[in-house]
């Protein structure tokens, strides 16, 4: 169920990648390589860019973090066995319909979300219906949100 999940998950990313950008606002620059993360990471060789996948350690349980750098901006998710805790560029609306529970985090700096540790450290901005049946909701950080998934 769990590779199930991150494939729908996967395949609704990339359906949305046109909205995604326009969703990030203003373009955070990829200099060299992407930020050192936390915690165990793989990088994804991909064409010209690297997709990195990261372990991250919520109150209950492990979920997986993906970075995926897009042009000048970084797509950045995690997913649990659950749902999911998405940047900007994500439409969780469009998740809802899937039966996915999922948030929309923006970053506290007011920068676009770059890195895991942002997502977890911002603040959620939208909540679909299935993430707010199990006490997700606006205002919690990002973390908050992944320990209720």
Same mark, same amino acid.
């Given at each position: 169920?769990?590779?199930?999940?991150?494939?729908?998950?996967?395949?609704?990313?990339?359906?949305?990648?046109?909205?995604?950008?326009a969703?990030?606002?203003?373009?955070?620059?990829?200099?060299?390589?992407?930020?050192?993360?936390?915690?165990?990471?793989?990088?994804?060789?991909?064409?010209?860019?690297?997709?990195?996948h990261?372990?991250?350690q919520?109150?209950?349980?492990?979920?997986?973090?993906?970075?995926?750098p897009?042009g000048? /901006?970084?797509? &950045?998710?995690?997913?649990?066995?659950?749902?999911?805790?998405?940047? %900007?560029?994500?439409d969780?609306? $469009? @998740? !809802?319909?899937?039966?996915?529970?999922?948030?929309?985090?923006?970053?506290?700096?007011?920068?676009?979300?770059?890195?895991?540790?942002?997502?977890?450290?911002?603040? /959620?901005?939208? &909540?679909?219906?299935?993430?707010?049946?199990?006490?997700?909701?606006? %205002?919690?950080?990002?973390?908050? $949100? @992944? !320990?209720?998934?």
């Amino acid at each position: 169920m769990r590779r199930w999940m991150k494939c729908l998950v996967i395949m609704v990313l990339v359906s949305l990648l046109s909205t995604a950008l326009a969703a990030c606002g203003a373009p955070a620059p990829i200099t060299g390589s992407l930020p050192a993360p936390t915690g165990s990471t793989t990088i994804l060789p991909e064409k010209e860019s690297k997709i990195v996948h990261q372990t991250v350690q919520l109150t209950n349980k492990q979920a997986d973090g993906y970075i995926i750098p897009l042009g000048h /901006v970084h797509i &950045v998710c995690v997913v649990t066995d659950v749902g999911m805790v998405g940047c %900007g560029a994500f439409d969780v609306m $469009a @998740l !809802d319909a899937f039966g996915i529970p999922a948030a929309r985090v923006k970053s506290t700096s007011g920068i676009p979300i770059a890195t895991i540790d942002e997502l977890l450290d911002g603040v /959620v901005k939208e &909540v679909n219906t299935e993430a707010a049946k199990l006490g997700i909701n606006i %205002g919690m950080s990002g973390r908050e $949100a @992944l !320990d209720l998934l």
